[in-house]
Nanobody, 118 residues
Framework: QVHVVESGGGQVQAGESLRLSCVAS????????MGWFRQAPGKEREFVAT????????YYSDSVKGRFTISRDNPKNTVYLQMNSLKPEDTAVYYC???????????WGQGTQVTVSP
């Protein structure tokens, strides 16, 4: 079992920045592909960014490309999401996902709220 914990959410104004962190424990972090998703009120959860277990294979949704950066620090068992130039439409609960090599190895954190005021 993998335990996933996000932190770093908060309330900011449009144009400001936040950095989210996610720690995954319970198995070697370097075995896990990591990703960030978000869910706004009344909407489905959507993909934000992902990073391969090796640190390569980085992909972003079109809505955050150029503003958000995903990175990982394997010795610290941590993945980050640097969010710059935040917009009100980025307001959502942000979830961290840890994925192993099989479909069954799919783990989620409890989420962290990000609120961006106009």
């Amino acid at each position: 079992q993998v335990h996933v914990v996000e932190s770093g959410g908060g309330q900011v104004q449009a144009g400001e920045s936040l950095r989210l962190s996610c720690v995954a424990s319970g198995r070697p972090f370097s075995d896990l592909n990591m990703g960030w998703f978000r869910q706004a009120p009344g909407k489905e959860r959507e993909f934000v960014a992902t990073i391969h277990r090796t640190g390569g294979g980085i992909y972003y949704s079109d809505s955050v490309k150029g503003r958000f950066t995903i990175s990982r620090d394997n010795p610290k068992n941590t993945v980050y999401l640097q969010m710059n130039s935040l917009k009100p439409e980025d307001t959502a609960v942000y979830y961290c996902n840890a994925a192993g090599q099989t479909v069954a190895e799919d783990y989620w954190g409890q989420g962290t709220q990000v609120t961006v005021s106009p």
